[in-house]
């Protein structure tokens, strides 16, 4: 995975969640796509499986997963991000809860690519995968 730090944790922490979040949706797709070229299989298949995992349903559960292992620190991005106003509404067909645990999830992600935590990136999305690949 590509390393990248653009901020200081202390930095990365005084950011708007939807900053984070709107990075961390970024790296999510990435990593989720990296994943699915690596299985293998037509640009058909592999853009439905990105589709069944990047999603706001499929990110909530994949928090449910993982928030055992968060610190206090990461519970905090997510919780920051779960309570964040975008100031626009929901997508149709997706639950309020959905979205906000969603938003979470990606602040937190954009905060670990953001701070160059690659490392523990990498731990929670192998963590988020764990029941998907089952």
């Given at each position: ?118 490392g ?9 995968q ?5």
């Open positions: 995975m590509l390393e990248f730090q653009a901020f200081s944790e202390k930095e990365a922490m005084m950011m708007n969640p939807l900053r984070l979040a709107h990075v961390g949706d970024a790296v999510h797709d990435l990593l989720v796509r990296t994943g699915l070229a690596l299985r293998g299989g037509n640009v058909h298949s592999m853009h439905g499986g990105a589709v069944r995992e990047v999603n706001a349903q499929a990110q909530a559960q994949a928090l449910a997963r993982i928030e055992p292992m968060l610190s206090e620190c990461e519970a905090d991005i997510v919780r920051r991000g779960r309570n964040a106003n975008a100031h626009h509404g929901v997508p149709k067909r997706v639950r309020p809860v959905d979205y906000a645990m969603a938003t979470g999830l990606e602040a937190l992600l954009g905060f670990l690519y953001l701070t160059g935590q690659t523990r990136l990498k731990i929670l999305y192998g963590a988020m764990q029941e998907t690949d089952q």
